[in-house]
């Protein structure tokens, strides 16, 4: 395959200027790119706007992202790309990007780089509970949406493909997730880690009590959006189509995307690109000389005439990212062209608060959304394999649904397999104790370090949060980046609804650590931003990454921001794509579900544009 039928053309300012395009997209994360794949493919011209640069286009620009990971001291989860003052993401300081005005941190992150978060997100990709979407309905919290899980299926398993799925579905089925019957995943079960097996060894057969329920605690591996082993059955519920993973093409052939080789560092980036990434699809559209993607353009307003609807998008273009010196530059619309905002839950709404809209929607910007994870560590009794598997292979899924969700949020649990990093101790508080406290050095110091690493774990408990109006971005003239465009404003905080269920996953985790005959080391700083009391105990959280509910749809105007296709009540050539569009997250991770629906608004955007 040669390297014109593989990249999507990058283009410049007056090429833009001077084309007119059938649509115009800001973003170029998964959803961007789903959109544009879809679009471009039935022939329609697509111009994305991206804020990041664009040499990740290529495997040497991929390779570049690694080799700064490698180099960066602190390893979170933009480290592999520099930071941008012209496009700041979260953790390139919350100081720098997010004005926190709580009472809690949002916390999290997002990477405004090509490719959008795809390009540090973990990799599970868990289908929504039917239930999940009636929240409102069936337990009275937050709010429905305006379609069905069944409505949704087909589009799951466009998404499924497009990410190249790996897992059980009868695992899945355990769970309560119905699918359609003979259906497999493109890709076959990546098998639990040792740590895993561990656990599962010593907490088979073990039940809680929740709110009256007596709840199995039994693991399950996740679907996942990384390489295993081509599902041979795939194309028999494919309709023939077979699965063949792909990865980052070199100037003359294709190179596939590896098996996952267990590297544990799957947040930030996989070096063998075994991880999706949205790179991947822009990377596979069948007629790319139909795609322009101009790169280092910062979209800062929305255009909308008087008949309400929108005729361009304004973007200042900048060449180096450390200096605020930059264009302002204009792309108009013709008189079909429809614009699709696919910047994620948080940028989309900024873009839109920032544009000085008459008839704004007041739900704009409201209702955001994340999953606060709460965490607890010890050690095992033994060397489990720690730092051996991707992040996360298995966990429990079964309090994900409930009667118990009347009166307290649903969460699943993750087993991690890269130790204690996230609770922010790791390898550096144990060999401050070794060394400082315990004095030892040489070889027994290096056994020492060995023997405790090796046996760490890590229990994540990911914690639905309801849609709350309350919870908010909004934007302030005082708070501007390096190109004087708005940077958030946050307001949010977290319910007793989600703080119970805190308490009872802290539970929960002693419960398990006593199965395990695990040392619990478990404690929560009372200095950290996310630090907070519950019925006389202190717990803290950290941030899912999976920020949503923005703009969500809904069934009129007055309830939501966009229709059951994600396009724009006020203006009908305007699509809101992302997890700002979801009315509920459920337990599971977002990107699936956002990938879904930017299949099933793609759709109708090709209906727009064929009328």
Same mark, same amino acid.
């Given at each position: ?7 999507? #053309? ?7 200027? +001077? ?14 790119? @789903? ?6 493919? *039935? ?57 926190? *005005? +709580?009472?809690?941190?949002l916390s999290g992150s997002y990477t405004r780089v090509l490719g959008g978060t795809t390009?540090?997100?973990?990799? #599970? ?46 695992? *899945? ?30 907490? %088979? ?6 709110? +009256? ?18 599902n041979p059955d795939y194309k028999y519920s494919n309709r023939g189509r077979e699965f ?28 063998? *690109?075994? #991880? ?7 990377? /596979? @559209? ?24 929108? /005729?361009?998008? %304004? ?5 180096? #990212?450390? $200096? ?17 905002l696919a910047a994620g839950a948080v940028e989309n709404a900024k873009l839109m608060l ?61 087993? %991690? ?36 690493? $090796? ?98 749809? +809904?069934?009129?105007?007055?309830? $939501? ?6 396009? $724009?009540?006020? %203006? ?40």
């Amino acid at each position: 395959m040669s390297q014109s039928q593989t990249t999507v #053309k990058l283009v410049d300012c007056q090429t833009v200027s +001077g084309t007119t395009y059938d649509a115009v997209i800001v973003g170029a994360g998964v959803a961007g790119a @789903i959109a544009a794949k879809q679009l471009s493919e *039935q022939g329609k011209k697509v111009l994305i706007l991206e804020a990041g640069t664009g040499k990740s286009l290529t495997l040497e620009g991929f390779q570049s992202h690694v080799d700064t990971f490698y180099r960066a001291v602190t390893k979170n989860a933009n480290a592999p790309y520099p930071k941008n003052p012209n496009a700041l993401s979260p953790t390139d300081g919350a100081y720098y990007y997010f004005e926190e *005005q +709580g009472p809690l941190p949002l916390s999290g992150s997002y990477t405004r780089v090509l490719g959008g978060t795809t390009m540090h997100w973990e990799g #599970k990709t868990l289908r929504m509970l039917p239930e999940d979407f009636e929240l409102r309905s069936k337990y009275g919290q937050g709010l429905d949406w305006p379609i069905s899980y069944e409505e949704l299926m087909p589009y799951y398993r466009q998404a499924e493909y497009e990410i190249g799925v790996s897992g059980s579905v009868e695992g *899945q089925k355990g769970l309560g997730i119905p699918f359609t019957e003979g259906y497999v995943f493109p890709m076959e079960e990546l098998p639990p880690s040792y740590l895993d097996q561990k656990v599962r060894e010593k907490i %088979h057969g073990t039940t809680v009590d929740l709110d +009256g329920e007596i709840i199995p605690l039994e693991l399950s591996t996740f679907p996942q959006g990384r390489n295993s082993v081509p599902n041979p059955d795939y194309k028999y519920s494919n309709r023939g189509r077979e699965f063949v993973p792909q990865g980052i093409p070199t100037q003359s052939t294709v190179e596939y995307g590896e098996r996952c080789q267990g590297n544990a560092n799957c947040v930030p980036i996989c070096p063998v *690109q075994a #991880k999706y990434d949205a790179l991947k699809t822009l990377k /596979t @559209i069948a007629f790319p000389e139909n795609v322009h993607l101009l790169s280092q353009a910062v979209a800062y307003k929305v255009e909308v005439g008087q008949n309400g609807r929108v /005729t361009a998008i %304004h973007y200042k273009k900048y060449e180096n #990212k450390n $200096s605020a010196e930059h264009t302002t530059e204009v792309v108009r619309g013709g008189d079909k062209t429809i614009f699709v905002l696919a910047a994620g839950a948080v940028e989309n709404a900024k873009l839109m608060l920032g544009s000085d809209l008459s008839n704004l929607n007041p739900l704009m910007g409201c209702h955001l959304m994340d999953h606060p994870f709460l965490l607890a560590w010890g050690l095992m009794p033994e060397v489990t394999g720690t730092m051996r598997g991707p992040l996360v292979t298995s966990g429990i899924g079964t309090f994900r649904r409930g009667a118990f969700r009347h009166n307290q949020c649903v969460f699943s649990m993750d087993i %991690h397999n890269d130790g204690w990093g996230w609770s922010g101790t790791g390898a550096t508080d144990i060999v401050r104790d070794v060394v400082d406290q315990e004095e030892k050095y040489g070889s027994v110091l290096r056994q020492e370090l060995i023997s405790r690493i $090796s046996r760490q774990i890590l229990l994540a408990f990911m914690c639905e949060l309801p849609a709350n109006p309350n919870n908010r971005v909004t934007i302030d003239p005082q708070y501007v980046d390096q190109l004087g465009n708005y940077r958030p404003v946050i307001h949010f905080d977290v319910p007793d609804y989600c703080k119970k269920t805190f308490a009872y996953c802290r539970e929960l985790s002693k419960t398990i650590f006593a199965r395990l005959g695990a040392e619990d080391y478990t404690h929560y700083d009372d200095t950290d931003p996310a630090y907070f009391e519950y019925e006389g105990e202190g717990y803290w959280f950290r941030g899912g990454n999976h920020f949503s509910g923005t703009h969500v749809m +809904g069934t009129t105007p007055s309830n $939501s921001v966009v229709d059951s296709n994600l396009r $724009s009540w006020e %203006h009908e050539n305007l699509y809101m794509l992302g997890a700002g569009s979801m009315p509920s997250i459920g337990s599971a991770n977002t990107t699936l579900s956002l990938a879904a629906l930017t299949f099933k608004a793609s759709e109708q955007m090709l209906k727009d544009l064929n009328t």
